[in-house]
């Protein structure tokens, strides 16, 4: 808040995408992938609630771009934190390809592709990225067993 009034800037208040911003997304060739409607930890809510999040969350995106969507992303995603391995059974028996978490890595060939690791882009330097993209190779992603 201290920022916002030293700059006298008004910060927006519709941070989320409308559906028409996500189809012409779509349209311009990005991958389009699901998360869930309400952005809840799923390691917080009961089977059933987890289960109506992700399932109905990939049911809007496909109305709103009119076509599968088959990569999911765990909200916050940090493994027995986050999302557990029960939650990781029901994204693949829901049918999606793959699923992300957030745990920091590359992906393997031997990487359970229902918990991808990726890298933060955002970083001070290219020099830092660089050295993420180093550690990250050499130190694969922790995952739920």
């Given at each position: 808040?201290r920022?916002?009034?030293?700059?006298?800037?008004?910060?927006?208040?519709?941070?989320?995408?409308?559906?028409?911003?996500?189809?012409?997304?779509?349209?311009?060739?990005?991958?389009?992938?699901?998360?869930?409607?309400?952005?809840?930890?799923?390691?917080?809510?009961?089977?059933?609630?987890?289960?109506?999040?992700?399932?109905?969350?990939?049911?809007?995106?496909?109305?709103?771009?009119?076509?599968?969507?088959?990569?999911?992303?765990?909200?916050?995603?940090?493994?027995?934190?986050?999302?557990?391995?029960?939650?990781?059974?029901?994204?693949?028996?829901?049918?999606?390809?793959?699923a992300?978490s957030?745990?920091?890595?590359?992906?393997?060939?031997?990487?359970?592709?229902?918990q991808?690791?990726?890298?933060?882009?955002?970083?001070?330097?290219s020099?830092?990225?660089?050295?993420?993209?180093?550690?990250?190779?050499?130190?694969?992603?922790?995952?739920?067993?």
């Open positions: 808040e920022v916002v009034r030293r700059l006298g800037v008004t910060l927006p208040e519709d941070l989320m995408m409308r559906s028409d911003q996500v189809r012409d997304l779509h349209r311009a060739g990005m991958g389009i992938g699901a998360h869930t409607v309400h952005h809840p930890i799923l390691a917080a809510v009961d089977a059933a609630t987890a289960r109506a999040e992700i399932a109905q969350g990939r049911e809007r995106l496909e109305e709103i771009i009119g076509a599968r969507v088959s990569l999911f992303a765990y909200p916050n995603g940090r493994p027995h934190d986050d999302y557990r391995r029960e939650h990781v059974r029901l994204v693949e028996s829901l049918g999606f390809d793959a992300l957030t745990s920091p890595g590359a992906a393997r060939g031997d990487s359970d592709r229902y991808l690791p990726r890298i933060a882009p955002w970083v001070e330097s020099a830092r990225f660089a050295l993420r993209l180093l550690r990250t190779y050499r130190s694969p992603a922790a995952a739920l067993v």
